[in-house]
């Protein structure tokens, strides 16, 4: 089993920025992809950003150019820095993790923008 413990989330106001870090720990043989969702009140979970064991990352559109994924293979980690946030970034931000064809989330960290 792999569990992941997301911290970084909080309040900031519009044009600010955070880093969400996420870590796993448990019974680990390779991580594959790892990734950030989010899912505001109403809405779908949706994919923010995510990255490959060796490196290749994805976007959502709305998100490129002020977000940056980043791991480290070596300590399970995976981070997310985000730049220039906007109001409508406001959701639960939840890290996610396949083993072995399987999916891990973390119990998810509440990010707030403020106008």
């Known amino acids: 089993q792999v569990q992941l413990v997301e911290s970084g989330g909080g309040l900031v106001q519009a044009g600010g920025s955070l880093r969400l870090s996420c870590a796993a720990s448990?019974?680990?043989?390779?991580?594959?992809?790892m990734g950030w969702y989010r899912q505001a009140p109403g809405n779908q979970r949706e994919l923010v950003a995510g990255?490959?064991?060796?490196?290749?990352?994805t976007y959502a559109d709305s998100v490129k150019g002020r977000f940056t994924i980043s791991r480290d293979n070596a300590k399970n980690t995976v981070s997310l820095q985000m730049n220039s946030l906007k109001p409508e970034d406001t959701a639960v931000y939840y890290c996610t993790a396949q083993m072995r064809f399987k999916d891990y989330w973390g119990q998810g960290t509440q990010v707030t923008v403020s106008s």
């Open positions: 448990g019974t680990i043989f390779r991580l594959n992809a």
């Open positions: 990255i490959t064991s060796d490196g290749t990352t």
